[in-house]
Nanobody, 128 residues
Framework: QVQLVESGGGLVQAGGSLRLSCAAS????????MGWFRQAPEQEREFVAA???????YYADSVKGRFTISRDNAKSTVYLQMNSLKPEDTAVYYC??????????????????????WGQGTQVTVYS
């Protein structure tokens, strides 16, 4: 079973920054598209960002220009750098691994059903 463990969440004032990390146990981590999703209380889980095997990145409009996704294949780790945080960014953030290595189809990479392994989540709370 592939294990994904998120860390780096916490409480931060609006306008501040956090860096989330997701460590994977998968030996083939470097082959797959990785994504970040988030879920606010009483809301559906939504796509945040994704990064392909080749390092191509994709972002939801709500975070574009503020968040940056990256990966370190040698460390089997994916990161989400979050800047200029807003209260509406408050959510549990989940790391996930797709069955794809590369795709340009946004409807696929932004859909949670295309991801087959999930971490337990890390809480991010932004206060004003």
């Amino acid at each position: 079973q592939v294990q994904l463990v998120e860390s780096g969440g916490g409480l931060v004032q609006a306008g501040g920054s956090l860096r989330l990390s997701c460590a994977a146990s998968d030996r083939t981590f470097s082959r797959y598209l990785m994504g970040w999703f988030r879920q606010a209380p009483e809301q559906e889980r939504e796509f945040v960002a994704a990064i392909s095997r080749a390092g191509l990145t994709y972002y939801a409009d709500s975070v574009k220009g503020r968040f940056t996704i990256s990966r370190d294949n040698a460390k089997s780790t994916v990161y989400l750098q979050m800047n200029s945080l807003k209260p509406e960014d408050t959510a549990v953030y989940y790391c996930a691994r797709s069955a794809y290595s590369e795709t340009s189809n946004y409807s696929f990479l932004a859909s949670e059903k295309e991801y087959i392994y999930w971490g337990q989540g890390t809480q991010v709370t932004v206060y004003s």
